[in-house]
Nanobody, 118 residues
Framework: QVQLVESGGGLVQPGGSLRLSCAAS????????MGWYRQAPGKQRELVAT???????NYADSVKGRFTITRDNAENMLYLRMNSLKPEDTAVYYC????????????WGQGTQVTVSS
């Protein structure tokens, strides 16, 4: 299994930028698909972005053009660069590692708080 630890959350002003990091350990990182999710107060957890083990990416419509998900397999790291932040982006952000199919697997980090406010 893979263990995940998020970092980089904090308080930023609207229009600002922030980079979230997710450090993975305990398994072979490069074989996992990865994703960032977020949960705002009073709302369900939603998918923000995914990046497959091969590098292909997908984004929620609400963050397209503003957020970028990347991974560094050599360092076992996942990143989420967030630009042009809006108050609506305020949420707890979670890192996820998963594999689908017969060998399905899913692991979650503890979450990191992002607050966008003036």
């Amino acid at each position: 299994q893979v263990q995940l630890v998020e970092s980089g959350g904090g308080l930023v002003q609207p229009g600002g930028s922030l980079r979230l990091s997710c450090a993975a350990s305990g398994s072979i990182f490069r074989i996992y698909d990865m994703g960032w999710y977020r949960q705002a107060p009073g709302k369900q957890r939603e998918l923000v972005a995914t990046i497959a083990s091969g590098g292909s990416t997908n984004y929620a419509d609400s963050v397209k053009g503003r957020f970028t998900i990347t991974r560094d397999n050599a360092e076992n790291m996942l990143y989420l660069r967030m630009n042009s932040l809006k108050p609506e982006d305020t949420a707890v952000y979670y890192c996820n590692a998963f594999r689908v199919g017969p060998a399905g697997y899913s692991s979650w980090g503890q979450g990191t708080q992002v607050t966008v406010s003036s």
